[in-house]
Nanobody
Framework: QVQLVESGGGLVQAGGSLSLACAASGRTFSNYRVAWFRQAPGEERKFVAYITQTGGTTSYTDSVKGRFTISRDNAKNTVYLRMNGLKPEDTAIYYC??????????????????WGQGTQVTVSS
């Protein structure tokens, strides 16, 4: 199995930027497809971004397109989420998740069997 640890969260003003990292240990990370989800207080966990094993394909939820970028460095066993133009509505706990499934509904939490503990992102207005 793989263990995931997120970092990089914090407090930022609206319009600012943050970079999150998801560091993996355990089995070969390059075998895993990885996604970022976020969960605001009182809401369900929602899909943010997705990247395939080699990074050749990415996908984003509409609300972050053009502002967020997901990337990975398999040599460092790390997936990143660069967040620009942050808005107060981006405030949430951000989680990375991994799966070895080849065919999956990338926005569904149940498709991912490994999760990190989350990192808090707070955007002030």
């Amino acid at each position: 199995q793989v263990q995931l640890v997120e970092s990089g969260g914090g407090l930022v003003q609206a319009g600012g930027s943050l970079s999150l990292a998801c560091a993996a240990s355990g089995r070969t990370f390059s075998n895993y497809r990885v996604a970022w989800f976020r969960q605001a207080p009182g809401e369900e966990r929602k899909f943010v971004a997705y990247i395939t094993q080699t990074g050749g394909t990415t996908s984003y939820t509409d609300s972050v397109k053009g502002r967020f970028t997901i990337s990975r460095d398999n040599a460092k066993n790390t997936v990143y989420l660069r967040m620009n133009g942050l808005k107060p509505e981006d405030t949430a706990i951000y989680y990375c998740a991994a799966t070895t499934l080849i065919r999956l509904q990338i926005s569904r939490t149940y498709e991912y069997n490994y999760w990190g503990q989350g990192t808090q992102v707070t955007v002030s207005s």
